[in-house]
């Protein structure tokens, strides 16, 4: 049975670091790039300073995944450990997150009116099911907090509009507003900045994100990796996959991280009606600032933040010095900011001024008081950045899903299965090794097809071992 992997970032290597587990010897992995970690990979730059793809932390679902990462990285002086300090800026002032739970610090006014929506929707709940991430938004928050916080930031992260939107991928990505909460922290003065599964998470001493998976690249035989492999061409009629290089395999089963939108177009198959309205992505900018001096004191021990207004670009900055000292050359002296802007058809950006525009906002927002604190920038664009949870998604997706598996063709990971809800660094690690488990034992994937129960916690505190119907 001849496995052949294509993608090195989580989910391809989460597929044949369980290959090796199980000792199973006729397996290939090819990645189309000169590095390992997909859209988890991290860069150095010329100054030194390090860069991951967006604003990843490490925290899991899975026990499996957890003792991987021991094997990985050693505990005891490899890993950094943080408590979660993730902020909302707006109003001129920061607001602890989730700000469903922490609306006792907007003005006076505008607390009132987030109140009032909050009780109306908990005092009149509608029997109506949404139809769309915007009306399950305005159920569940109320009219206040989601025209100061949820509609503008909501749009600003996803560039889509909300009711292009499915929401029942929301599952423990999104606080939902407790009534009792919100009033005792009121009055009580208390802040909830706990709530959620990322709430302690670890990140790697050195080298960024990306370590993780070099490092465990490393691990793998090393004449079963493929790196500088770009795929041509996939025969389903003769099992082959035909490489930019003139290379070509032969497979009996194939797991595909690809986009699987680029999947298709790279076969020979011609008769499957993938339509794009129901498979949405948003690209992402990513703008890292590099940064003389120290981080000011209202930014020293903050993780991330998250921006929902105007008056600057990115929806989410992180202080990527703060991961690690050793994410910038010199700690005592350099710091470093790296922010997040989407981009879709509906929501365009200038490549051109996207970096003195992110500047601008870092001013306007007072991450920096001036252009002179920089040291220098970096700049990367992801064109397929995040899959939208869009409508209808699930309804083109299943057919195909099960059309490619009558083929032994097997799509997985972010891009691969398209399913946000389940596309953390844990979750498509799992998919490749589920998928594995599933061809070698016949067990269920159940990170693809169980997200809501994957990602719902146990009663008991314990991560769930999974059980339940499937759903898609």
């Not at 909830?192 to 960024?208: E, K, L, Q």
């Amino acid at each position: 049975m001849k496995i052949l992997i294509l993608g090195g970032g989580p989910c391809g290597l989460g597929a044949a670091f369980r290959l090796s587990e199980l000792q199973h010897q006729d397996w290939k992995l090819f990645e189309k790039n000169n590095y390992w970690g997909g859209l988890s990979t991290s860069f150095t730059d010329h100054e030194g300073f390090v860069w991951d793809v967006g604003g990843h932390v490490l925290f899991s679902h899975y026990p499996y995944f957890d003792n991987v990462m021991v094997t990985v990285l050693n505990p005891k002086d490899e890993w950094l450990y943080h408590e979660r300090e993730a902020w909302i800026y707006m109003q001129d002032r920061f607001i602890p997150y989730p700000i469903q739970n922490n609306i006792r610090h907007l003005p006076k006014d505008i607390f009132w009116e987030c109140l009032q929506g909050i009780i109306q929707v908990n005092c009149n709940p509608t029997n109506k099911k949404p139809e769309n991430f915007s009306e399950w938004v305005d159920a569940c928050f109320g009219k206040g907090l989601t025209h100061w916080f949820l509609r503008p930031y909501n749009l600003k992260v996803w560039a889509h509009p909300l009711e292009s939107m499915d929401w029942k991928w929301v599952g423990d990505r999104v606080s939902v507003v407790n009534l009792e909460r919100v009033m005792n922290h009121y009055i009580y003065e208390k802040d909830d900045i706990s709530w959620g599964p990322n709430s302690t998470f670890r990140f790697p001493r050195y080298h960024g994100t990306g370590a993780i998976w070099n490092l465990l690249a490393n691990q793998l035989p090393q004449d079963k990796l493929f790196l500088n492999h770009e795929v041509k061409y996939i025969s389903t009629k003769h099992k082959t996959v035909t490489f930019t290089n003139g290379h070509v395999e032969y497979f009996d089963y194939l797991l595909s991280t690809i986009p699987i939108t680029v999947l298709i177009q790279l076969s020979d198959i011609h008769n499957t009606a993938l339509p794009s309205s129901s498979l949405l992505y948003s690209s992402t900018h990513i703008v890292g600032l590099g940064l003389k001096g120290n981080p000011p004191d209202h930014l020293q021990t903050k993780c991330w933040m998250y921006f929902p207004e105007d008056n600057c670009p990115f929806y989410r900055v992180t202080v990527f010095s703060n991961y690690s000292p050793n994410n910038v050359p010199d700690i005592s002296t350099q710091w470093s900011l790296m922010c997040e802007v989407s981009e879709s058809e509906y929501k365009k950006v200038n490549h051109h001024d996207v970096i003195s525009d992110v500047i601008q906002g870092a001013i306007n927002t007072g991450l920096i008081s001036s252009r002179n604190q920089i040291h220098h920038t970096w700049y990367h664009f992801v064109e397929k950045g995040y899959p939208t949870p869009s409508l209808n998604r699930n309804e083109s997706l299943l057919p195909l899903l099960n059309s490619l598996a009558s083929m032994n063709i097997y799509s997985r990971g972010r891009f691969g299965a398209w399913r946000y809800e389940v596309g953390n660094m844990d979750h498509s690690f799992m998919q490749g090794v589920e998928f594995i488990n599933m061809v070698t034992h016949g067990t269920d994937e159940l990170t693809l097809w169980y997200p809501e129960i994957v990602n719902s916690p146990h009663p008991s505190g314990k991560k769930r071992l999974f059980s339940g119907s499937k759903t898609f």
